[in-house]
């Protein structure tokens, strides 16, 4: 039984009378008689009377034309989603993220701009860390990723960088060193710091301590602590510096000051991965978004 079948069993139903039907159908009276006994000798069942010119329905025939409405309009709704998804419009899209792009505003300027030209799409957010992202990416799991540490080459993965930025010095406002309009590196050698855990990521920790030892100190890092705000606190309280990146300056937290650290050469890079093969249009809607974000933040920065 094909849905054609189906309409053309609708509108004889509708108009009473197949040259009636076959000109709302814009095809021939003898094709369309010749569909409708098909359909009926493939149900096993008399769909019409025939009274002279006209036809009317059998109560077998009422039965059917019931269903055969709502199987065609479930057949449309079907055709619709399916157009929709593949414009974009109605989809589901699973992104990562790291805390940074929260805290640059990168990812809800892009959510929001998104959201204003796809509102049907389905979307749904996970804070992960960057090998967690990696690692779900490959699953399938989510379907864009936004991390800090981009995984070795891999044919299967895009990516970009997203945004760029340098570390600022967080320390309390009644810190000794809050006064100074700048700081050198000697100022901060044998201060206790705050620091993200060895564990989560042993390479950055290498990276953090070989900078600090090139321009000439070494920190004395007294507490680990995976978030930011955590970090934050224990800077407030006085137990410590930590370094962060410059776009937390936004955020005005209560006892914090922060200090550049121009001298430091490390930078906060952020990146968007996505699968290269099964790239969907509400991925590229998305990384459009990106774009145009960025675009947008560097006009203003400019």
Request: aromatic residues 6%.
């Amino acid at each position: 039984m094909e849905l054609q079948q189906l309409r053309y069993f609708v509108a004889v139903a509708e108009t009473e009378h197949v040259a009636r039907a076959a000109e709302r159908l814009h095809i021939s009276q003898s094709p369309l008689s010749r569909q409708i006994r098909q359909l009926e000798d493939h149900l096993g069942l008399q769909l019409f009377e025939r009274i002279k010119q006209r036809v009317r329905l059998t109560p077998a025939g009422r039965d059917f034309l019931e269903q055969a409405r709502e199987l065609l309009s479930q057949a449309e709704r079907i055709e619709e989603r399916a157009r929709q998804v593949g414009k974009g419009e109605a989809c589901s899209l699973s992104i990562g993220y790291c805390e940074g792009v929260i805290h640059n505003g990168r990812l809800p300027a892009a959510l929001r701009r998104f959201r204003s030209t796809h509102p049907r799409v389905k979307l749904k957010l996970s804070a992960m860390r960057s090998g967690e992202q990696i690692d779900a990416l490959e699953r399938s799991a989510i379907d864009v990723a936004l991390l800090y540490n981009l995984p070795k080459p891999n044919e299967s993965l895009e990516s970009r960088l997203l945004t760029s930025e340098p570390f600022v010095l967080a320390l309390s406002d009644d810190h000794p060193l809050a006064a100074r309009e700048t700081l050198t590196p000697s100022d901060l050698d044998g201060m206790p710091w705050i620091a993200l855990p060895k564990s989560l990521n042993p390479a950055a920790r290498e990276r953090f301590l070989a900078a600090c030892a090139g321009c000439g100190f070494a920190p004395d890092i007294q507490f680990e602590v995976a978030h930011v705000s955590t970090t934050l606190g224990l800077v407030s309280a006085g137990l410590g510096l930590a370094i962060m990146q410059s776009s937390m300056r936004r955020m005005r937290p209560p006892g914090v000051v922060f200090k550049p650290m121009d001298w430091l050469p490390l930078l906060v890079e952020i990146h968007v991965l996505w699968r290269a093969r099964a790239q969907t249009a509400g991925v590229r809607y998305f990384l459009r978004a990106l774009e145009e974000t960025e675009a947008h933040v560097v006009m203003a920065e400019a």
